[in-house]
């Protein structure tokens, strides 16, 4: 249990570091609530094993019986877990196109903003250039500002050394759009919770049958010796 909260706990933070580097095309925080119960559920798994090791040990009905109920309310909560997974994966799609065009709107090349190396990062990434392709550049406040019919040198592709941005040379510049790569990516970040919750919760299931089972072998151990114990004294 203790390697199962690590890696719940793992997959939460990683949520968390990659939902910082894409926030400004997806402005719901909502979306981090899988993430915090992950983490939480990783904590607390991290004491279930706690208590299933010391009643094991002890041979404790009351501490096994806890431990079942405690795996029954994190297996609940795994549950609760998947479904806003899915909720909130469904949702990422609108707010990505709600939000995109207002952020490269806001892009200021000459003295980077957050916004702006958002973008920057995104498109050096996801190896993109503008919100469908290159020539959404054209549309915004920083290109028509700058008049030197260039995009961004995020836009170049990494093995190109002397790309310079120019639309003359389109080449040299990725050609797909950053916002269906953007819906991709982070669509792909609730999977990896949804998939981390279902095996753990697959893992759970197991768990308590095994307790379960190990309950009758005692209870049926236990009705034996009291039999023996009777024939003996007759």
Not at 34 to 57: E, K, N, S, Y
Not at 78 to 106: C, F, P, T, W
Not at 158 to 185: F, H, I, Q, W
Request: proline content about 2%.
């Amino acid at each position: 249990y203790k390697a199962a909260a690590g890696i719940l706990c793992y997959v939460g933070a990683y949520v968390f570091i990659t939902y910082d580097d894409y926030d400004h095309f997806f402005e719901d925080v909502y979306t981090l609530i899988p993430a915090v119960i992950i983490i939480a559920v990783g904590t607390l798994l991290f004491i279930i094993g706690l208590i299933g090791c010391c009643a094991t040990i002890r041979e404790s009905r009351c501490g096994l019986a806890t431990f079942v109920i405690i795996l029954l309310l994190v297996f609940i909560t795994e549950v609760v877990v998947v479904v806003l997974g899915y909720i909130y994966r469904a949702k990422v799609e609108d707010e990505v196109d709600h939000s995109i065009q207002k952020v490269y709107n806001g892009y200021n090349g000459t003295n980077p903003d957050a916004a702006s190396r958002a973008i920057d990062y995104v498109q050096r990434q996801l190896r993109c250039c503008g919100i469908h392709n290159y020539s959404d550049w054209e549309n915004t406040i920083w290109f028509k500002q700058t008049k030197n019919n260039s995009v961004p040198l995020s836009c170049c592709k990494a093995a190109l050394s002397n790309c310079t941005g120019s639309l003359t040379r389109p080449m040299d510049l990725y050609s797909e759009g950053c916002e269906a790569l953007v819906v991709k990516k982070l669509q792909e970040i609730m999977m990896y919770v949804i998939w981390a919750a279902l095996a753990f919760a697959a893992i759970q299931i197991c768990t308590a049958s095994k307790v379960n089972q190990s309950h009758k072998e005692a209870g049926a151990a236990e009705l034996r010796k009291c039999w023996e114990r009777r024939r003996g004294r007759q």
